[in-house]
């Protein structure tokens, strides 16, 4: 695994490099199969806090299922996760979570609820687990869905809402407990070259705002990296680079070149 | 053919404790969930009010034909006065109980697993994991609660109506004196045959309702085939499924009770 130190991206403030220094999520030697597919090998990933990492990949190579073991959605059959140098597990715990140790999801098709309103599914994880009062949710469902501009959509069932206002609203559920991290799996899927600019101009201005750290899952090479700190190639079950964007085609022969040239990455120079 | 046998044995030994433990899962994570009461009333409307309609009919029709036939069948034993009797027993002890529960399976169950299985592939499920709740708690235990609640009251309800389509073709139709068919009635029908069909109401109620939502809820484990044709399978086998065990918990009960 090629290891480099520091995004450099120069996006971010002194603050958040300081932040940045210090390793949030550790990953050691995570492993899960399904039958005889070995999807995971001996997973190795440090990410910094109030950074943003993107996880790519052939498709089908395991990042969802990577991002799922973190959710605690797979079991992985060996390996050690830790959050703020604590077994993942524990972090989960609402107590925890009230603590200000928690994290969300962004599911790849948003996975909102269709029979609640916009308002009603953003406010789900402060209803369902927070002793939070009504009117405080309430409160601060309205300011989140105006920050993100949907406020006149607050009422409207996600079958009324565009792709984009859907993607929108998950990201206000992810980002309404203000987690610590928030896992993005495949944030961008179906929507067009401009949404999808938008989606990752929103994740980085919201990661500047909120200070979460992100994990995406992305095929959108080379756009995603404009907004990455730091990019993780998975291939055969383990990371086989992690280091900044700048960092990706310094070895032209290798194989992470010929995935990304067939990713289409060719613009190298814009990143 | 006997390492078959035994096979399937067990995978049946094997699902029925799964089911088990995902139901007391699912009881255990509605006494912590927020807004229970909320969740609660919610669910008896889905499976109490919303079936209401369909039990009414289903009863008064029963009540009819079992009115028509048993007094075809007494009037040759020179017996249409016991009518009363042959009709309240049979809807009481067997009828009400059962065909109140296969109702309800075919209207609240199939919906609930649908409803499961299409939370299950469009990953409302994990996406309730996590946010810190608890799934199964959140989507399944009001229904379990509400299930044991409503169960004996529709059944109560299937059971007056049937007894009073009895009298319509019994005594309006075919000219049962009222008087007698009604004394009938009460003078047959104890507390124990009311309790009893109430007892078999409330296991049917739990049995129906945790397997449809197992099915529905592991519909990602159980179904043959991904996507939508999981959900139509997961949710035909809960009815399948429910509907034998009604049965069969019928049998098993009435044995116990006699």
């Known amino acids: ?271 | 053919m006997i390492r078959a046998l035994g096979r399937s044995a067990l995978t049946v030994v094997s699902e029925l404790g799964e089911m088990s433990l995902f139901s007391m899962a699912a009881l255990r994570g509605f006494v912590v969930q927020r807004h229970r009461l909320a969740k609660l009333v919610t669910a008896i409307h889905e499976i109490g009010v919303r079936c209401l309609p369909i039990v009414f009919t289903v009863g008064l029709f029963t009540g009819l034909v079992m009115g028509l036939q048993l007094y075809y069948t007494l009037v040759r034993l020179g017996a249409e006065a016991a009518l009363g009797d042959a009709v309240g027993l049979s809807i009481v002890r067997e009828l009400g109980p059962v065909l109140t529960a296969l109702m309800v399976v075919g209207q609240a169950g199939s919906a609930l697993a649908s409803e499961l299985g299409i939370q299950r592939n469009d990953e409302q499920i994990d996406a309730l994991q996590t946010m810190g709740v608890d799934s199964k708690g959140y989507l399944v235990g009001a229904r379990l609660v509400a299930a044991v609640l409503c169960f004996p009251m529709l059944t109560a309800i299937f059971d007056l109506v049937g007894i009073f389509g009895g009298y319509l073709t019994g005594s309006v139709l075919l000219g049962v004196d009222a008087g007698v068919y009604w004394h009938h009635i009460e003078s047959s029908i104890g507390w124990d045959d009311v309790s009893g069909g109430f007892i078999k109401a409330l296991a049917f109620g739990f049995i129906t309702i945790s397997i449809c939502a197992y099915r529905g809820y592991n519909t990602h484990r159980k179904a043959s085939f991904p996507g939508v044709r999981g959900v139509s399978e997961s949710a035909t086998r809960a009815v399948v499924w429910s509907s034998v065990s009604v049965l069969a918990a019928d049998y098993l009960i009435t044995s116990f009770l006699i």
């Open chain 1, 1 to 271: 695994m090629v290891q480099r130190q520091r995004a450099g991206s120069g996006l971010f403030n002194h603050f958040f490099f300081d932040l940045m220094d210090e390793v949030f999520l550790k990953i050691r030697g995570l492993k899960k199969h399904f039958g005889s597919n070995r999807v995971l090998d001996g997973v190795d990933l440090d990410v910094a806090r109030a950074s943003v990492t993107t996880i790519i990949g052939k498709s089908g190579i395991g990042k969802s299922v990577l991002l799922k073991c973190l959710a605690n959605l797979l079991t992985p059959d060996a390996g050690a996760i830790e959050l703020e140098g604590q077994p993942i597990a524990k972090s989960r715990q609402s107590s925890d979570r009230e603590a200000g140790v928690s994290f969300s999801y962004m599911f790849q098709n948003n996975a909102l609820f269709d029979s609640m309103t916009a308002a009603d599914n953003v406010a789900l994880p402060l209803v369902e687990a927070s002793k939070i009062k009504r009117a405080e949710i309430r409160d601060q469902v309205a300011e989140m869905l105006a920050h993100l501009e949907l406020t006149d959509s607050a009422q409207r069932y996600p079958g009324e809402l565009s792709g984009g206002m859907k993607k929108r609203v998950a990201l206000a559920r992810a980002l309404i407990t203000k987690p610590q991290l928030v896992l993005f799996d495949e944030p961008t899927t179906g929507l067009d070259p401009e949404r999808k600019f938008g989606v990752f101009e929103m994740i980085a201005d919201y990661r500047e705002r909120f200070g979460f750290t992100a994990l995406l899952v992305s095929h959108d090479i080379p756009e995603v990296f404009e907004i990455s700190d730091k990019v993780a190639w998975l291939d055969e079950g383990i990371i086989k680079f992690f280091g900044p964007p700048s960092e990706l085609n310094e070895d032209a022969e290798s194989a992470l070149s010929g995935f990304l040239n067939k990713a289409n990455y060719g613009r190298k120079s814009n990143v």
